[in-house]
Each structure stands twice: as C-alpha cells, then as structure tokens.
C-alpha cells in the first residue's frame, strides 16, 4: 500500500529557504485507472484549516496558491518516487506543518508532516 513520508522541515528566519520532500513508498503516479492524477502540497497553521499549497499533475501542469507564487516551486523526480517543495523567501505566515497526499486527499495517506516554522 502507497505510504508518504515528509521531511526536510525546520526553524528559519524569514527570507531564507527550505526544501521538503515527500518520498513514496511506490510510484507516485501508478499506471493504472486508479492511479492519482495529482500529487500536492498541503499545509496547516496554527488555528487555521488544511489547505492546498500547490500540485503537480501526472502531466507535469503545476499549480500553486497565491500567497506562494513566485516563492514556492513543486517538483517531482520519478526514479525517486519523490516530491519536493523548494520554498524562498520564507515568512512568518508559512509556518505550518506541510503534508504530501495526493487531490483530492486520501485519507489512509495522511502522514505527520513536516514542521516548517519562520520566525521575523
């Protein structure tokens, strides 16, 4: 069974740059009609609800959040059965734990995250 693990977060100040990464236990996009189609990030602040960071489709299309466009990048490498979340200039209002699961979620593919926490 498909299982994601996050890591690559941490404490920054803002401006700076972290990487996330979330490697699959499997292909992140399996060549069957069951397969996800889009593999996102998710995130959840502090007193906030979970939302959608950005995702990258099995085409390779990327969408992104406003309040993190220009400064986050998804990628993914398939030999590694890996994502990423290359996030700059990192500010106060990007602390959260970040998820990977594919969009829409799958509940069983929630993992712990990875804490990303930005101070000023």
């Known amino acids: 069974q498909l299982q994601l693990v996050e890591s690559g977060g941490g404490s920054v100040q803002a401006g700076a740059s972290l990487r996330l990464s979330c490697v699959a236990s499997?292909?992140?996009?399996?060549?069957?009609?069951?397969?996800?189609?889009?593999m996102a990030w998710y995130r959840q602040g502090p007193g906030k609800q979970r939302e959608v960071v950005a995702t990258i489709a099995r085409g390779g299309i990327t969408s992104y959040v406003d309040s993190v466009k220009g400064r986050f990048t998804i990628s993914r490498d398939s030999t590694k059965n890996t994502m990423y979340l290359q996030m700059n200039n990192l500010k106060p209002e990007d602390t959260a734990v970040y998820y990977c699961?594919?969009?829409?979620?799958?509940?069983?593919?929630w993992g712990r995250g990875t804490q990303v926490t930005v101070s000023s």
């Open positions: 499997e292909k992140l996009y399996p060549h069957n009609s069951m397969g996800a189609q889009i």
């Open positions: 699961n594919q969009k829409p979620p799958n509940r069983v593919l």
